[in-house]
């Protein structure tokens, strides 16, 4: 009897998680797949408060998704830090549409995901591939992630938690004085991470706009 392997795809475009779904269910496979979907923060954090125990074994995560309703998961990659800590067992496959070296980076040090794969290269024969392999236990990144890691083995360019809740907060508009309501750290302290992230995109004299329209090009928002 086969094994059944539970895949949850998280990406906000419902298109894209139909896309993904006929696309697994096409493949042959030496496993039973269970596929679901979630195209926001706050149904996978649901499913994480019900499902516990019974999570997923595989979640396909994009780095782009939108913050959760209440913004205390920002993005993608903080909520596949969520999803680390509490299912340590779970894989993760980043799949996202970034190619900034910097930021394919930053997300390999934070989550060291199993599976990472720009989305335009993921194809049937890639996924065919991938799922066994992380399965067993290896991972598998796609050849142009993998050339970015490489060339960025040096990049200093690492953005944690706080430093992306910070940007997140400013895109909406949030003043600084209003910061330490949203983020654990002191005003000051909040102060010294905002010089050191424009000191990092290298525009130490630059502004909040200059800061936030780098961060976005770098896909940090």
């Known amino acids: ?73 920002v993005n993608g990659e903080d909520l596949g830090l969520r999803i680390r800590k509490k299912f340590a067992a779970t894989k993760i496959v980043v799949h996202t549409a970034i190619n900034d070296q910097a930021r394919i980076n930053s997300i390999f040090k934070s989550l060291k995901p199993e599976g990472f794969v720009i989305k335009s290269d993921l194809d049937a024969k890639m996924l065919k591939d991938l799922i066994p392999i992380i399965w067993e236990g290896d991972t598998y990144y796609s050849e142009r992630t993998n050339k970015l890691i490489e060339k960025g083995r040096n990049e200093q360019l690492f953005l944690d938690s706080s430093d992306q809740k910070i940007l997140h907060l400013l895109s909406k508009g949030f003043l600084m004085k209003e910061m330490p309501k949203h983020v654990p750290l002191h005003m000051a302290t909040i102060e010294r991470r905002k010089k050191r992230l424009k000191v990092m995109f290298g525009i130490p004299e ?10 976005k090009t770098k896909g940090y928002i």
């Open 1 to 73: 009897m086969k094994q059944t392997i539970k895949i949850l795809i998280v990406d906000d475009h419902p298109m894209t998680v139909k896309g993904y779904e006929l696309l697994l269910k096409s493949i042959a496979m030496p496993f039973n797949l269970s596929i679901h979907g979630a195209t926001s923060c706050d149904a996978v954090l649901t499913k994480m408060n019900t499902l516990k125990d019974r999570f997923f074994d595989i979640v396909f995560l994009d780095i782009g998704m939108p913050a959760s309703t209440d913004g205390r998961v």
């Open 206 to 215: 630059g502004n909040t706009k200059d800061l936030l329209e780098i961060a």
